[in-house]
């Protein structure tokens, strides 16, 4: 990039050249907020802009930089370690300033909050309990704060001290890549797992570690009309955060049993019912399951195989209106494999009185057979 045509740090800020270091990072977070790529759908200009303020941070926080960027410009600046910040990523300069946009994300803490691990489990209910508000108890195990010391890991006693590590800031700067595209990545100190602290004796419990895994039993509650497979978030109920705050989620997938009579479809409930031919043909008033229990529907005279009888809001109610759904009744008609002498003399007699007016299908059926024979 020729040195001629960068613009002046300070004026890419927009600080005053006696600024302090806490107004140039105010000011870079404020520039990378309005330029970062995510947040002007990919536009080239806001992207020069964000790489400008990146690398006018870059050297405006840091002292030595700084002062020989004050004495002699840019050109003062040739031959140093900075980042080339045309070429990166936008989501590489954010790892380079790590703990900056941590803070800018996390709501002005000085440390980045780790948020602990999410957990997960599995609760099974029955169909009938999709029907209403359910409650069910769950234990599970989760890594959490040792009693013995507190979450802490230093045995109780012991000296404790800033970790020397990473001077009790609980974070570490490692280096990733090399040469020209090193970059710098900010992680939980491995020392002191993000605590900042050291001690001289180790809790005897957690070796250190300040977790032991611990039952815990929650109640959740299962709103009406969930479907198989859906989770409900336990907010705060994962596991604590390598600082001590900020809980993970407890995800609670629920699993619905299936019915030995009843299949979901949706918020409708479908019942294959098996009735005799005499049934169908006769009418008959006949008892089905439902989710609540037995009741009794009509068979109409002349039902037909497939047909479907519609319980009215006896299905399941919709998760966010509540509305039920239905109960759909299809009836199967089963013909009789086996007859004794008297159903099959009984039977001879009807096919006898039968005739097209009561097998109206059939008649139109045999209509038509006919037609298309005599146009052979
Ligand atoms: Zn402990
Ligand atoms: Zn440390």
Redesign the pocket.
Known sequence: MPVATKRDYYEVLGVERSASPDEIKRAYRKAAMQYHPDRSNGDPESEVKFKEAAEAYEVLSNPEQRERYDRYGHEGLSGTTAHDFSRMRPDDIFSVFGDIFGDMFGGGSARRAARGVDLQTEVVISMADVLDETERSIEFTRRDFCDRCAGKGAEPGSKVTT?D??GGY?QVERSSGGGFFTTRVVTA?P??HGR?KSFTDKCHDCKGSGRMPKRRVVTVKIPPGIQDGQAIRLRGEGEPGADGTSRGDLHCYVRVESHPFLHRHGNDLICVLPISFTQAALGATIEVPTLRGKEEIEIPAGTQFGEVVRMRGKGLPDLRSGRPGDQLVEVRVEVPRKLNSKQRELLRDFAETEDARVNPESKGFFDKLKEFFEFE
């Open positions: 970790c590590t990473c609980g100190c020392a002191c900042g």
